[in-house]
């Protein structure tokens, strides 16, 4: 086995819980509770990982890697019912201590990429938890309906069309899958219109939605900030403005 090689997939492992455990230990602040793990068991928890996946080539047998994730998992639940005897709720140091567990397992197999993915967004995850409550609250039916409509074309529509072409030659251009893509990507641009405009008020939002829409497809962008401006009259001037801009844009 290649020693360079194998320091390598230890060290990304280090990194990644090195970046979660420092997130766990900033987020306690001044205050005296403790989380059970921190910056030094984080990194250990990974190295755990790493260390089991390579005993699990060494041995031939996934069993090593078990044993490790069992015993870790015994750790975490025993802090956890720690943690709730004190009367506080909430499992999210421990959830994330077994993904950290599995991240240094994927940097032993190498998909570096889909390790430091992961332990990128839990530590957003982590960092965002007041923004992202904060979010959460300011939601209301219409928002969810918004969310759900997008949802359902996208993860459940979308992947049942045949990917294929229908009609004879030469006029097989009909392909149910890249039709309902533009139906996904007029609606996702529909859907960040939305959002923007919640975030950041009509002007501002929908300037952004025409920017952005405007790198990839101006078309869509009029399409779907005209029936914006239908539902709603008030958005008619500054949606007429973001298209303009997404026309510049693509131009």
Excluded at 128 to 152: I, N, P, T
């Amino acid at each position: 086995m290649d020693q360079p090689d194998l320091f390598m997939r230890f060290v990304s492992a280090l990194a990644i819980g090195l970046l979660v455990g420092m997130q766990r230990e900033y987020s306690q602040g001044g205050r005296k509770e403790r989380l059970f793990a921190g910056v030094r068991t984080f990194p250990l928890l990974s190295l755990c990982g790493a260390a089991g996946a390579l005993l699990n080539e060494l041995t031939g047998s996934p069993w090593p890697l078990v044993a490790v994730t069992l015993g870790a998992s015994g750790l975490i639940v025993q802090a956890y019912a720690a943690h709730t005897r004190t009367g506080t709720l909430g499992a999210t140091t421990e959830v994330a201590a077994m993904l950290t567990l599995l991240c240094g397992a994927l940097c032993y197999y190498e998909l570096y990429a889909l390790a430091g993915a992961v332990g990128v967004a839990m530590t957003a995850l982590l960092t965002l938890k007041v923004e992202m409550h904060g979010f959460v609250k300011r939601l209301d039916r219409e928002d969810l309906y918004a969310l759900l409509k997008f949802a359902v074309i996208t993860a459940i529509v979308l992947p049942v069309l045949p990917n294929r072409d229908f009609g004879p030659e030469p006029l097989n251009v009909l392909n149910p899958y890249r039709i309902w893509l533009m139906v996904v990507f007029v609606s996702g641009l529909s859907f960040l219109g939305y959002a923007l405009v919640k975030a950041l008020g009509p002007g501002r939002g929908l300037l952004w939605n025409g920017f952005l829409g405007g790198l990839v497809s101006s078309t869509a962008v009029t399409v779907s900030l005209s029936e914006r401006s239908r539902e709603d009259p008030a958005l008619a001037a500054p949606a007429a403005l973001a298209i303009a801009v997404s026309w510049a844009t693509m131009f």
